[in-house]
């Protein structure tokens, strides 16, 4: 490597994107850290561990193992032919997310986080969670460390995820039912702030996207960035080559922002993210904050966010549980502001209708948050010649999902 080709300072006016966030947590304008002075140091503390952590061999050694051993990484790339052949375009590659312990990518940001709660010497361990991926992932992770673990879940969502429920206290971590607000994620993650707010000298809050102050947004990307390293790998073995394009569902990013990160500085890689476009474009009807809201801070961090004229939060709708929620990770915000990623939506609909096309022409259960990229992928693809490739990451898979589309569909389950 030649040092004179390195940064100059026409660059570091304007750091690479890989070099992001800041010092101070930001992405550009986004980001940042807003939150009572009782959490300060606890984010102070955080951001030392974890830097100390990323240059300790032995940390990274752990988590790969764990990884290997306990997740089942590498997960694979998987061609999927027969959808391929049904979009008559470019040809549809799948990441593999939902063949991940657990079920989706959740997992690499729990096991990550855990590591790093045992690292900081707290005894305790507390989590939000919508759909329950996270709420599971979370219990998954404090079973295997031996942390007790309080799962803050909207009482909505208790009662539309009960297997999910279930899960988690069979692997003995407690779910706290939040009864306040429209009592789903948003509410949940309100009432995990509070708790640590109180406790915060014992006890880790693993936040399950890349979202809230910093250094979360940072922390939970690099943990999910091992999706996009493997598949940049992958790609090279499979291909030949880096894919053309590469999609991903974005509810609060953090499967997103695996994916993609590792392919920002790649110039010829199209990157795309899918939001929750539900039933409509009005207000309340879907969960898109990138391609419908305004910048403003939710839950720690300056990002896009639904909201009102007055700046409140709005409610927000999807289809799939998983991605029903009124913000999005700052770096995001960022990413769209700066023209790398496009953001895009796809409606309830749509993402049903490829759930079942996926399920019958490959014999795999997407994952209904999955469901809104493969769909985004599929309308991409056949616009594209035969030879190009677009690569979708199958962030989990859609088994906990069956119910929820029985019930829509007036069947038996
Ligand atoms: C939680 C979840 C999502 C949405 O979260 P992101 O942070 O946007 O990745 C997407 N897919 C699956 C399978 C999930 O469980």
Redesign the pocket.
């Known amino acids: 490597m030649n040092v004179l080709q390195g940064k100059n300072s026409v660059e570091s006016a304007s750091p690479a994107m890989q070099q992001l966030p800041d010092g101070r947590g930001r992405f550009g304008d986004f980001g940042g850290r807003f939150v009572p002075e009782t959490l300060t140091r606890a984010l102070d503390e955080l951001v030392a561990e974890y830097e100390s952590a990323k240059k300790d061999p032995s940390f990274q050694a752990e988590l790969d193992e764990l990884l290997r051993s306990f997740v089942g990484r590498a997960s694979p790339l998987y061609y999927a032919k027969r959808l391929t052949e049904a979009a008559g375009g470019a040809q549809i590659w799948f990441k593999r997310?939902?063949l991940n312990h657990t079920g989706?990518?959740?997992i690499n940001n729990t096991l990550g986080q855990g590591l790093l709660t045992l690292r900081m010497g707290k005894t305790r361990v507390i989590a939000e969670t919508?759909?329950g991926?996270?709420g599971v992932a979370s219990a998954t992770a404090c079973a295997h460390f031996g942390l007790p673990c309080v799962v803050y879940m909207g009482a909505e969502d208790v009662r539309r995820q009960k297997p999910n429920v279930f899960s988690m206290k069979l692997m003995g971590a407690e779910v706290r039912p939040v009864e306040s607000g429209s009592r789903t994620l948003r509410d949940a993650v309100n009432e995990a702030m509070r708790d640590w707010m109180a406790s915060v000298e014992t006890t880790h809050y693993i936040i399950?996207?890349?979202i809230g102050p910093h250094p979360f947004p940072m922390m939970v990307r690099d943990f999910q960035s091992v999706i996009g390293r493997e598949a940049r790998e992958q790609s090279y073995h499979a291909f030949g080559r880096l894919p053309d394009k590469v999609v991903a569902?974005?509810?609060?990013?953090?499967?997103?922002a695996g994916m993609f990160y590792p392919f920002v500085e790649d110039d010829g890689v199209e990157l795309i993210g899918v939001e929750a476009g539900g039933l409509s474009a009005d207000p309340g009807q879907h969960a898109s904050p990138l391609s419908h809201g305004q910048p403003g801070v939710l839950h720690g961090s300056f990002s896009y966010v639904m909201q009102d004229g007055d700046g409140q939060t709005s409610p927000v709708h999807s289809v799939s549980a998983?991605?029903d929620y009124p913000g999005v990770g700052p770096e995001h915000s960022f990413w769209k502001d700066a023209g790398r990623v496009q953001y895009t939506e796809c409606r309830d609909g749509a993402a049903l209708e490829t759930f079942d096309k996926v399920a019958k022409c490959e014999g795999i259960l997407p994952?209904l948050?999955?469901s809104h990229a493969v769909a985004a992928a599929l309308e991409i693809a056949a616009e594209m010649p035969k030879d190009k490739i677009v690569l979708v990451c199958l962030?989990?898979r859609g088994d906990k999902d069956a119910a929820e589309i029985a019930r829509l569909r007036g069947e038996d389950y």
């Open positions: 997310e939902d989706a990518h959740k919508g759909a991926q996270h399950g996207s890349v569902c974005v509810g609060g990013g953090s499967n997103a998983g991605l994952a948050e999955s962030s989990g």
